[in-house]
């Protein structure tokens, strides 16, 4: 009777660590299978820096958004937002109504801070945070210094801390706060120092993300690749533009030009990407034209 016993309880234990072990596998597999569709969704959605249509959205801003959505886009960053002038004339409600009536989405915005950044004064950046929430936005970012804000490496460290603070009460509103950048950060300044090496150093990555112009990281000779080695989980967020091979300041479509997209492509983990952005400044052929190829492209080869 004691063997049986025994042998019970041993078969109880053994039937629960079966159990245990399943009910383990199951978690697991379900995790992983929660991070393959999260991957999946960030291949999947692919946004538009509406500066690439700058000349043509302030002429006709129900026109462009339509077009937009049509190619395939289904998030798209804003640029320009004035408390006095809105998106394009249209208040930051009806710019969301708009969006939503073409089922897009738009998880960023450029913004300008110069209020903040030279005199501490909110009174912009509230208006700011109060209009991305309108229209949904995730990340509001900085998308330039102004020559003057970027003069040495003091100068730098001042704005990162201007950018946490920034970060913080982004943070407070349920937004999240992210810098996007063009050449000059990565110029060696006086003391050897590089901005944009400042600005990781001295950011809190909990409060300020980065949205990683692959372009002119890749035009001032820098590696994309080493940036998500040295930085892992920084990037969130992309703009991919493409490098035009005989003339590398000009900008051409994704796919034609000389940049390694699949490569970088290949390590968005890494880099942290939750989000891309096309982004163009000058084109060879009708601008819209000219973004659905890249679109195709991205949808084609990164999915």
Not at 18 to 38: F, K
Not at 108 to 128: K, Q, V
């Amino acid at each position: 009777m004691a063997n049986r016993k025994v042998f019970l309880q041993q078969s109880a234990l053994l039937a629960a660590g079966v159990l245990l072990g399943s009910a383990c596998r199951t978690s697991t597999n379900n995790n992983e299978s929660a991070q393959n569709d999260d991957a999946d969704q960030v291949a999947k959605e692919i946004g538009l820096q509406l500066y690439t249509l700058r000349e043509y959205i302030g002429q006709d801003v129900s026109g462009v958004i339509q077009q937009v959505a049509k190619i395939g886009y289904s998030d798209v960053e804003p640029f320009g937002f004035s408390s006095k002038a809105g998106f394009w004339g249209l208040t930051p409600a009806e710019f969301k109504k708009l969006l939503d009536d073409h089922g897009l989405k738009s998880t960023s915005g450029h913004y300008g801070f110069d209020e903040f950044l030279r005199t501490d004064a909110t009174t912009d950046l509230m208006a700011t945070i109060e209009a991305a929430k309108t229209i949904g936005n995730e990340y509001i970012t900085l998308p330039w210094l102004s020559e003057d804000l970027h003069t040495d490496a003091d100068m730098y460290k001042l704005i990162a801390d201007k950018m946490n603070r920034m970060g913080e009460i982004c943070k407070d509103a349920g937004l999240k706060f992210a810098y996007h950048n063009h050449d000059f950060e990565f110029e060696t300044l006086a003391d050897g120092s590089r901005g944009y090496d400042i600005f990781l150093a001295e950011c809190d990555p909990a409060l300020v993300d980065f949205e990683l112009d692959l372009y002119w990281v890749v035009r001032t000779g820098n590696d994309p690749l080493a940036l998500f080695d040295k930085h892992p989980g920084r990037f969130t967020m992309w703009h991919v533009k493409d490098m035009d091979k005989a003339k590398p300041e000009l900008n051409t479509e994704i796919g034609s030009g000389s940049i390694d997209f699949q490569s970088i492509y290949d390590a968005r983990d890494k880099a942290g990407l939750k989000h891309m952005f096309v982004e163009q400044e000058n084109f060879a052929m009708d601008a819209f034209e000219s973004i659905k190829q890249s679109y195709d492209v991205i949808n084609d080869q990164w999915t």
